[in-house]
């Protein structure tokens, strides 16, 4: 996930590749509405070997990775976890492992951290089950507070992942006591990014205004209580931001990411750019891939810009944005982020935004009718 | 919040210092990195929970022999409490 520490992140050879994200499956026993995984799930049969994602964090690392994210999915499902977990760190990888915390077990963990796991990030959907349960239906905020409590007898690196919507930003402050009592290295309140499943599910979860306003205020202040003790980082739903997000650091410029079946993307939703074609670490090697894929030349640098792009003193900052919902939105994957205030396509979000904030909830929403996320055998 | 002259500083839980060639002085940390320049190396090498801010300003001092002492010591001590509020290292 890109947040405003990205900015301290070093890039050693600007040419190279910082970070690998490795979804070693699109098994989950949760349903999220917003999960980053395509709507077309990998199957389990499809999946990588052990061997070649060895192979795939040997190369990485070659090519000047320096950390290794296993998601997925759930990767905790993959039986083969310890030995991906040894593989990536004998690579020479700094390891994290982006989790729902199911099905996770305290010896589990025991073995994943003498395996080298370096980093744990554990998501929370809410900061009660009800709220959990609404949005993965799936029993396991209960589960989750065990983690914790396994967590703290190892000396590792911990980050709560929170994902903020209009369904839970009530909670936000039983979210901060949760973390001001746990204390990790950092919390994310990362709000949900509208692409494939939260795309469908975008009239339910986007916040008011006047949410994300108070959202701001309050953690902010988190942030100077914490000061010292919990690294409290907070990333805006961009629609309500002035500018776009650089997205993933910048098109092919920071991170690879590799699905189940080893098809190598820019970024989680690159996928649903029509024509654009991807290559397979199945084929080819990660060095290939990263100097010569299309997927990854097609939006790389700047030749590819329009107008106002093309020109804007902002390109070097925000790389036009992302290409994935300048597609989404504008069905034209080459134009600006139509989140950017300086383009005419920014109405489409302004009439979003206008229809959500003219929603005035008194008293409770009732649930709305969600799309789920697709169970994946 | 800065250090006293008697603490230990050591590197927080998920924070290493890169161990191989290709990552020559880089603090790794949670979704990032740092590259360490200069001093900056020196002093989180000496983070092992064995120094003392004292000690690690000594340390420098050794490597450093021409600058000031006084000057040195804050200069530690406060690159130690920036290091602490990015929660790369604890004391």
Not at chain 1, 33 to 51: D, F, G, K, T
Not at chain 1, 120 to 135: C, D, K, N, P
Not at chain 1, 164 to 172: G, Q
Request: net charge neutral.
């Amino acid at each position: 996930m890109s947040g405003p520490s990205t900015s301290k992140s070093v890039n050693i050879d600007s040419s190279k590749p910082l970070a690998l994200i490795a979804e070693l499956t699109h098994r989950c026993p949760l349903r999220c509405v917003y999960c980053s995984n395509p709507m077309e799930l990998s199957l389990r049969e499809s999946e990588l070997p052990s061997a070649v994602w060895t192979r795939v964090f040997r190369e990485a690392a070659a090519l000047g990775v320096l950390h290794l994210d296993l998601t997925g999915g759930e990767p905790l499902v993959r039986p083969d976890l310890i030995e991906l977990i040894g593989a990536g760190r004998s690579a020479g990888l700094y390891i994290s492992l982006i989790t729902s915390g199911l099905p996770l077990t305290e010896s589990k963990l025991a073995a994943l951290v003498e395996a080298g796991l370096d980093h744990v990030q554990l998501s929370f959907q809410g900061a009660t089950a009800a709220t959990a349960h609404e949005i993965a239906l799936t029993t396991s905020h209960g589960h989750k507070l065990h983690v914790l409590q396994w967590l703290r007898k190892h000396s590792i690196g911990v980050t709560l992942n929170f994902v903020i919507h209009r369904r839970n930003i009530h909670e936000l402050e039983q979210m901060i006591a949760l973390v001001e009592d746990y204390q990790p290295g950092c919390a994310e309140f990362a709000s949900v990014q509208y692409y494939g499943w939260a795309f469908a599910n975008k009239e339910a979860l986007l916040p008011t205004r006047a949410q994300v306003d108070h959202c701001v205020e309050t953690l902010q202040s988190a942030q100077i209580r914490l000061k010292g003790k919990t690294r409290v980082i907070f990333v805006v739903p961009d629609y309500y931001a002035k500018y776009p997000k650089p997205c993933v650091g910048g098109w092919g410029r920071k991170l690879m990411l590799v699905s189940p079946d080893g098809f190598v993307l820019p970024c989680h939703a690159a996928r649903i750019i029509p024509g654009l074609p991807f290559d397979n670490v199945k084929e080819k090697t990660l060095a290939d891939i990263w100097e010569s894929s299309e997927a990854f030349c097609r939006f790389r640098g700047e030749d590819w810009m329009k107008e106002p792009c093309k020109s804007c003193s902002r390109r070097q900052e925000d790389f036009g944005g992302c290409r994935c919902q300048a597609f989404l939105l504008t069905g034209d994957a080459f134009s600006t982020d139509p989140v950017c205030s300086l383009v005419p396509t920014r109405a489409q979000v302004d009439v979003t935004l206008a229809a959500i904030n003219a929603k005035i909830p008194c008293g409770p929403e009732e649930p709305p009718r969600y799309v789920y996320r697709k169970t994946c055998k | 919040m800065k250090p006293n002259h008697n603490a230990i500083p050591r590197l927080a839980p998920g924070v290493r210092l890169g161990d191989n060639d290709r990552q020559p002085k880089i603090l790794l940390m949670p979704e990032r990195a740092l590259r360490l320049n200069g001093p900056s190396f020196e002093i989180l090498r000496l983070c092992d929970g064995q120094n003392s801010v004292l000690g690690i300003a000594e340390k420098l001092q050794a490597a450093y022999p021409a600058a000031d002492p006084q000057q040195i010591l804050n200069d530690t001590i406060d690159y130690l409490a920036a290091l602490r509020d990015e929660r790369a290292i604890d004391f």
